[in-house]
């Protein structure tokens, strides 16, 4: 979803302490975390994998627009996703293991730091949806947003960045345990751009269950990201995740 958050924020033109917080009203959010990991199916069933392509297609509500999105993860801990867009070109951002970058037609070739980095940093962890608490910082247990989806029971937590920023908010179904919302802040060089996401459509990929479709909403911009294609240890030189040369 990176370079689709990019997007969505080219279109819509003090950090936070490290101690758990749990109120006495909500679940420890360590609990929470570990029933959405056993409710997505064994980390076994996907560690056997070196590599993962996920292709997506994204489209915004009201316009005539669509585009694909890939993104490459290597077991290493790097990452480059990548959307060609009509209008705007081609979009990519990347992490090879130290260094965060991003090319695009209106900031150019960048190196990243600070909470852009962190996002890139985040998204190539490996496996990342069993440990969400350690790719991020776990902040604590929180009550649903008022604007979280009120069809369902959520239990949400809050997850920060190391560079600080806004946290990220994720809710899941109290019953399934399964993630359904998230609200949260992309950084760019424009400033902060807020988000919110649904996630649906369940289904079990290699013996793990997967989201299918997200509804991002960023301003008055509402994208449809639908999953396509999900493939495994394909040939991934280290040369993809490197920052390039300026041309």
Same mark, same amino acid.
């Given at each position: 979803?990176?370079?689709?958050?990019?997007?969505?924020?080219?279109?819509?033109?003090?950090?936070?302490?490290?101690?758990?917080?749990?109120?006495?009203?909500? $679940?420890?959010?360590?609990?929470?975390?570990?029933? %959405?990991?056993?409710?997505?199916?064994?980390?076994?069933?996907?560690?056997?994998?070196?590599?993962?392509?996920?292709?997506?297609?994204?489209?915004?509500?009201?316009? #005539?627009?669509?585009?694909?999105?890939?993104?490459?993860?290597?077991?290493?801990?790097?990452?480059?996703?990548?959307?060609?867009? *009509?209008?705007?070109?081609?979009? $990519?951002?990347? %992490?090879?293991?130290?260094?965060?970058?991003?090319?695009? *037609?209106? %900031?150019?070739?960048?190196?990243?730091?600070?909470?852009?980095?962190?996002?890139?940093?985040?998204?190539?962890? @490996? #496996? =990342?949806?069993?440990?969400?608490?350690?790719? %991020?910082?776990?902040?604590?247990?929180?009550?649903?947003?008022?604007?979280?989806?009120?069809?369902?029971?959520?239990? /949400?937590?809050?997850?920060?960045?190391?560079?600080?920023?806004?946290?990220?908010?994720? /809710?899941?179904?109290?019953?399934?345990?399964?993630?359904?919302?998230?609200?949260?802040?992309?950084? =760019?060089?424009?400033?902060?751009?807020?988000?919110?996401?649904?996630?649906?459509?369940?289904?079990?990929?290699?013996?793990?269950?997967? @989201?299918?479709?997200?509804?991002?909403?960023?301003?008055?911009?509402?994208?449809?990201?639908?999953?396509?294609?999900?493939?495994?240890?394909?040939?991934?030189?280290?040369?993809?995740?490197?920052?390039?040369?300026?041309?």
């Amino acid at each position: 979803m990176i370079t689709l958050l990019v997007l969505a924020a080219a279109l819509d033109a003090g950090a936070p302490s490290a101690t758990v917080v749990m109120p006495s009203h909500l $679940r420890d959010p360590k609990l929470v975390l570990a029933d %959405y990991a056993r409710a997505i199916g064994p980390e076994q069933a996907w560690h056997k994998h070196k590599s993962l392509r996920v292709k997506r297609e994204v489209s915004i509500k009201a316009m #005539n627009f669509k585009t694909v999105e890939e993104t490459h993860l290597v077991r290493a801990g790097k990452v480059l996703s990548a959307s060609s867009t *009509p209008g705007m070109g081609l979009i $990519r951002r990347g %992490y090879d293991g130290h260094v965060a970058w991003g090319d695009d *037609p209106i %900031y150019g070739l960048r190196v990243l730091t600070g909470t852009e980095a962190d996002e890139l940093r985040i998204a190539a962890t @490996w #496996n =990342s949806e069993w440990r969400l608490g350690e790719a %991020y910082t776990l902040l604590g247990a929180v009550a649903p947003p008022a604007s979280a989806p009120k069809d369902l029971a959520l239990e /949400c937590v809050e997850l920060g960045k190391p560079h600080g920023g806004p946290p990220t908010t994720s /809710c899941f179904d109290a019953q399934t345990h399964l993630r359904v919302w998230e609200k949260g802040v992309q950084s =760019s060089p424009g400033g902060d751009v807020p988000y919110v996401t649904r996630f649906s459509e369940w289904h079990l990929v290699d013996g793990v269950r997967v @989201w299918r479709k997200e509804e991002m909403t960023v301003g008055p911009v509402t994208m449809e990201g639908r999953i396509v294609e999900i493939l495994f240890d394909e040939p991934m030189p280290a040369q993809l995740f490197t920052l390039p040369k300026k041309k």
